[in-house]
Structure formats: C-alpha cells, structure tokens
C-alpha cells in the first residue's frame, strides 16, 4: 500500500497508539503538539500487540498529510485546530461523545468521515509510554454515508494493514449511537462508583443503573436521529468486555483531570432535554458526576 503521510492530532492513549503502530509500518507519521523538541519518541507496553518503540515528527502544521487522525480530548479540540490549515486532507475523528462532530464539519466540511474507535483500552503515563491493556484488536467504525467509495478503501486498508479492525456502517446514526450508547453507560457507573466492569456485574445496584441508562440513551438516539437498536445486543456486546475494564472518564476524574464529562454524559442529557424527553437516571448521574468534579478540583 501507498505509504501516505500521516497527521496525528492528540498523542495521548490512543493518538500515540495509532502513532507507534503506522510508524512501525514505515508511515511518515507527524504529529500536530507543540514540544520543544524536532521529534518524541514513545514506547509502547501492550498485551496484544507486544512491545514497540517509535521516533514521530513533532510540526506545528499538518499541511502536507493526506490523513490526519482527530484523537485529542474535546476540551482541547479548538486550540488544535486553530493549527491545522490543511483543508484537502481526510479527517478521521476517533474522540469520544458526539460534540465534536459540528465543529468538524464547520471547519474541514465533506473531508471529515464520521468514525469512532472501540474496544480499546489504552493510555499514556508521565514518561510517555502508551499501556495498551486489551487482549484484543481495537475496532473503528467508519461511515460510509455520503462518502467516496475510493476514500472509504484507503482508510480502511490503513488501518487493517497495523491490526486495527474495521468495520463499515452505511449510516452515521450507527457509528455515532452504537458506541456512545454503552461507552457513555459504562463511564457514566465506573466514575461514579470508582469501579471497574466486573464489580458493576457483582452489584445489583450498578447493573440496574447501567441497564437504565441504556435503556433512556436508546429512547433520546430513536427521537434524534431515528436510530434503532435493540437494548439487548447493546447488553450482550458489553457482556464480551472484561471485568477489569476502566474508563478514562473515570481515570480523569479520580485525577482531577480535564474529563469528557459533558461531551460523554452531559450530552446526552442536553439532548434529551431539547427534545422533551425525560432521562432521569442520566439526569441524576450526571448531577452527581458533576459535584465529585467539583470536590475534586
């Protein structure tokens, strides 16, 4: 395949993991964030890819990639793209929530692809060494809606070619609602409990507020964008998840972090209230998210 140059936008759990595994496939492999620094090396420690090391570009623009992966937290988003003048790039946002689409869409248009990134967990420590700790090949989801067929082959033999499954879904409801629905469930129960997966299958309590929030999150994707699902493929999907699985809202939190509060949880509480739909479990989660933060900072 065509080694194209690559942007990464983010260098954190999963920019830096994109990062280390394109550059190990010989990609010229920038990145957009400032360090003093020409070049930053990083490490990575994963149970299903093994360990590698890589030397990325550090450049204040991304003018000349033909690819750039979006992996910064929300928070950040703005003062990135205040960077980034390349307008004929593909954009390929792997942020979690829905918030960031619109400001994507104003800023780069029809180049942006609607797609998200799943069963992974991974992140970076104070030295800059990613800990990628799923047993498995992460998952992106692409959509195809609206998009070259051309385009669409070109991101996913990329990401096929460093062991990164993909699957292609022919309308963006799908990508948007079928990961935010179990990832804003599962952040939602192990930052506010502090707990990881396993202890939330252990506890009556936790697994009837996980279930009810899947349950209102699908009620709010049906009004919003017509999307349909069964709570129970949701339910049997996050059954494959291990018991050791963490969040990194929960992690930003219990750092007292800049967390994805609002675009994660937030957002959908916004949403079912602008269409006058009642979300009680979010609405008081969400709620309670928000006064640990506040204690924490």
């Keep these: 395949m065509q080694k194209f140059k ?14 280390v595994l394109l550059k190990n496939k010989k990609y010229d492999v920038s990145s957009s964030k400032s360090y003093y620094k020409k070049y930053i090396t990083l490490n990575l420690k994963s149970n299903f890819y093994g360990n590698l090391s890589a030397k990325l570009k550090t450049r204040s623009n991304l003018n ?11 928070q950040f988003l703005n003062h ?42 991974s992140k970076i420590n104070k030295t800059k060494q990613i800990i990628h700790t799923s047993s ?25 070619e460093i062991n990164i499954k993909v699957k292609i879904r022919l309308k963006s409801s799908e990508v948007i609602w ?4 179990r990832l804003s469930a599962i952040s939602a129960i192990t930052a506010l409990y ?20 899947i349950k209102e ?35 930003d939190i219990n750092n007292s972090s800049y967390s994805e509060l609002e675009t994660q949880i937030g957002s959908i509480v916004k949403l079912s209230k602008s269409l006058n739909i009642k979300s009680p ?14 204690k924490k900072s």
């Design 80 to 121: 990135h793209l205040k960077k980034i003048k390349n307008t004929k790039a593909l954009i390929v946002p792997l942020l979690n929530g829905i918030s960031h689409f619109e400001i994507l869409k104003k800023k780069f248009g029809s180049k942006i692809f609607i797609a998200n990134i799943g069963k992974v967990e």
């Design 281 to 294: 479990m979010y609405e008081k989660i969400y709620f309670l998210l928000k006064r640990k933060c506040q």
């Design 6 to 19: 690559i942007g990464i936008v983010g260098l954190g759990g999963i920019g830096g993991l994109l990062g």
């Design 217 to 251: 999150s699908l009620i709010v994707s049906k009004k919003a964008d017509n999307f349909r699902e069964n709570s129970s493929n949701i339910k049997n999907l996050i059954k494959t998840f291990p018991d050791n699985l963490t969040t990194s809202l929960q992690r």
């Design 178 to 181: 079928l990961k935010l629905i």
């Design 64 to 74: 000349d990639k033909k690819i750039i992966f979006i992996c910064s937290k929300f």
């Design 136 to 160: 498995n090949a992460p998952e992106v989801l692409i959509s195809s809606e609206k998009k070259n067929k051309k385009e669409i082959q070109i991101l996913k033999k990329l990401l096929n």
């Design 194 to 213: 502090n707990c990881n997966l396993g202890q939330i299958r252990n506890s009556r309590k936790k697994i009837y507020e996980l279930n009810t929030l």
